[in-house]
């Protein structure tokens, strides 16, 4: 996947921190706007959710992540996330996320599709 940063592309950003004192102090939150807006240039995200919520609970267990999915549904958008770590640490949890039908762009990795993260994944 090359840098997919079109004009018609749109963007759904998520954000993660792991714990409440990183929530609250914006620490790492303000590191990955930069890097979502870095790689998307010009543009911008058309909603970003924020989840302070540990790397290794699933999408039931993170609201945001349902809601920032739902929304990339509804406006046929592409869910964007600074760092593959993020998103996920848990290799099925992360390859059910691969499998769905909402395409996920990791600034970290822009070139990867969906067969290399599931090979890295593992």
Do not use: W
Not at 55 to 82: F, M, N, W, Y
Not at 104 to 116: E, G, L, R, S
């Amino acid at each position: 996947m090359e840098n997919m940063k079109d004009n018609t592309t749109k963007y759904v950003a998520y954000l993660r921190v792991s714990t409440q004192k990183q929530g609250y102090s914006g620490l790492g939150l303000e590191a990955q706007k930069e890097i979502i807006q870095s790689h998307l240039r010009n543009a911008a995200p058309i909603a970003e959710y924020i989840e302070v919520e540990s790397g290794r609970k699933t999408d039931k267990e993170r609201p945001q992540l349902r809601s920032a999915l739902e929304h990339c549904r509804k406006e046929g958008a592409t869910l964007i996330v600074a760092k593959l770590d993020r998103l996920a640490r848990n290799v099925s949890f992360l390859s059910s996320l691969l499998d769905n039908d909402v395409e996920i762009v990791f600034c970290d990795f822009p070139p990867a599709n969906k067969m290399v993260l599931h090979i890295l994944a593992a």
